[in-house]
């Protein structure tokens, strides 16, 4: 069983045994569990699955772009230059790159356009083009794409900073509304016993439940930029290029 299953699973039987401490009612407790499990394991966590793939190959695209430049402007190699920007690379990235080995260099640094999925990579395609044809000091002709690339990797290490700690906050507070909801239950038990009876409460504990998916789902929606879709994985085309 993958991760993000089991820890679907986990916090779905968490919510599901909430509702029903709070409800005595199985078919509330096990509808809640199985609605936060399909929640997560389905449309949470392939978003969250995706956000870290576009952050991996944002960073990976950084890292071989700079690493291919500077090697180039101190050997004057392409071979060397492309070599050390594999390097840091991660093994989804070697394994496309051991599929295109026939290929040249050029070639090769033109392929990964499909793989690193990032607009700034067609300029550094382009200035490594224009290095083949024309020579010239390569970071004199770079010297803007790396800036802009800099400035790209650290904006968005901040903003990743900065949502981490907006998620503990989020987390803070549902979980703050859910110890009130439990300390009803268990701190004014003569109150609970009145309403545990009623199909008003009942209606009310699962609207709580039903926000707490909705705020789970948009905000993580929000946090990683992705649809509220089933995502599957999408399979690469390896292979030579014709």
């Not at 401490?21 to 078919?27: I, R």
């Not at 989804?92 to 295109?100: F, V």
């Not at 550094?124 to 010239?136: C, H």
């Not at 509304?177 to 268990?186: E, K, T, Y």
Request: charged share 20%; proline share 1%.
């Amino acid at each position: 069983m993958k991760m993000n299953f089991l820890v679907s699973l986990v916090l779905g039987l968490i919510a599901g045994g909430a509702c029903y401490l709070v409800s005595e009612n199985v078919y509330a407790g096990a509808g809640v569990g199985a609605g936060f499990f399909i929640l997560l394991a389905f449309f949470v966590s392939p978003m969250l699955d995706r956000f870290k793939e576009k952050n991996l190959k944002r960073h990976e695209c950084y890292q071989f772009i700079n690493s291919f430049i500077v090697t180039l402007s101190v050997t004057k190699s392409l071979d060397r230059a492309y070599e050390s920007g594999m390097e840091d690379l991660g093994p989804e990235a070697k394994k496309l790159n051991a599929s295109i080995s026939e290929l040249n260099p050029s070639e090769r640094v033109e392929y990964l356009a499909s793989y690193f999925e990032q607009g700034i990579y067609g300029m550094f395609v382009s200035i490594v083009s224009i290095y083949i044809e024309q020579g010239g000091d390569v970071l004199s002709l770079s010297s803007e794409l790396l800036a802009e690339l800099t400035r790209i990797e650290e904006t968005e290490l901040s903003v990743i900073s900065t949502n981490r700690k907006n998620v503990v906050e989020f987390i803070s507070l549902w979980a703050m509304s859910l110890a009130i909801v439990l300390f009803m239950r268990f701190g004014l038990s003569s109150f609970y016993g009145y309403l545990k009876g009623s199909t008003t409460y009942l209606v009310a504990l699962l609207s709580f439940f039903f926000l707490l998916g909705i705020s789970l789902a948009v905000y993580f929606s929000n946090y990683t930029g992705e649809k509220l879709i089933v995502y599957t994985k999408r399979k690469r085309k390896s292979g030579k290029k014709q």
